[in-house]
Nanobody, 116 residues
Framework: QVQLVESGGGLVQAGGSLRLSCAAS????????MGWYRQAPGQQRVLVAS???????NYADSVKGRSTISRDNAKNTVYLQMNSLKPEDTAVYYC??????????WGQGTQVTVSS
């Protein structure tokens, strides 16, 4: 079992910043990647950013240049620093953890609301 605990969401004005954190615990072996998806009301869940076990990163075009994903291996925690936030960034953000040969694990989600 893997547990993912997210924090850092909230309400922020446009142009502001937030840092999301996701702490993983449990059976964190055969790790392939961790990252963040987001889902806005009435829309599909989409990838925001990911970081592999080899520290390669990938970003959605919508956040590229405004967001940075990082990982603290000692704390089994992944972070998403989001700057210059826009109202269209408003969504529930979900942390995920992917393992080789095993099912993906998801956090409970954290709400990010950007006011204009």
């Amino acid at each position: 079992q893997v547990q993912l605990v997210e924090s850092g969401g909230g309400l922020v004005q446009a142009g502001g910043s937030l840092r999301l954190s996701c702490a993983a615990s449990g059976s964190i072996f055969r790790l392939r990647a961790m990252g963040w998806y987001r889902q806005a009301p009435g829309q599909q869940r989409v990838l925001v950013a990911s970081i592999t076990s080899g520290s390669s990163t990938n970003y959605a075009d919508s956040v590229k240049g405004r967001s940075t994903i990082s990982r603290d291996n000692a704390k089994n925690t992944v972070y998403l620093q989001m700057n210059s936030l826009k109202p269209e960034d408003t969504a529930v953000y979900y942390c995920y953890l992917a393992r080789y040969g095993l099912s993906d694990c998801w956090g409970q989600g954290t709400q990010v609301t950007v006011s204009s």
